[in-house]
């Protein structure tokens, strides 16, 4: 005999609507030139004298659920996941939620060796992170003004660099990639280290590389939003009940 759902039994789907997405544009795939042949399980047809792809947005809730629930997993074994987002457009929007969920983030172009020469990486962030602290504490003002002037410009190019990892002090138990084929380095390095891999996949991308792939529009921002949006309320939910 099947039982029936109840409330306590019933999964969550985190409020994840089909026409939601469709008016974020997470339906829109590329050409039908640049499909991944591994892309294809998830397409639904094709739109326009463009031949665009178009995403089955049934498909993309199902994996999206699946995605918010490791999320979720995460959070609450206190393990850490890093926010990777390097396109330009979306840089701004990566950042905000990584810095409202209080996670590691990636905005810039990806250090190479990041996850696979991690202690080094971690050498450059302490000296990153002592400069500022000197700075702040006004000890690098007995430098002359050109002395100082070449300090500021390491520190903000220091910044850049390492302004969104400085307090990741282990190694992430897991990425978050917005783009694969963007940050293919980053998902390169992350499978080398084991590491557990969620990601955006657009048409154009190979969704067997990663964990828990979402197919969806990595390139709009209103489509890379509404999947950040889904990610920042399972995150903070999930801590205030911690």
Sequence with gaps: MIEKETAKTKKPD??????????????????????????????????????????????????????????????????????????????????????????????????????????????????????????????????????QLELDKELSRLATKFGGIKDMDKMPDALLVLDMCQDTLAVKEAKMKGLKIIAIADTNADPTKVDFPIPANDDAITSVRYILEKVKSVILETKAKK
Aim: glycine letters at 8%.
């Design 14 to 147: 985190y409020g994840i609507s089909p026409d939601e997405m469709a008016e974020a544009g997470v339906y829109f795939g590329h050409r039908i030139s640049k499909c991944h042949p591994k892309m294809k399980p998830y397409i639904l047809g094709v739109k326009g004298s463009d031949h665009i792809n178009i995403i089955d947005l049934e498909q993309t809730k199902i994996f999206l659920i699946k995605a918010l629930d490791y999320v979720k997993e995460l959070v609450q074994e206190g393990k850490t996941i890093l926010l990777v987002g390097t396109k330009i457009p979306t840089k701004k929007i990566v950042q905000e939620t990584a810095e409202a969920c209080g996670l590691p983030y990636v905005v810039q172009r990806w250090i190479g060796g990041a996850l696979t020469n991690f202690k080094i990486i971690r050498k450059r962030i302490e000296y990153f992170k002592e400069l500022e602290q000197k700075k702040a504490s006004g000890e690098l003002d007995k430098y002359t003004k050109k002395e």
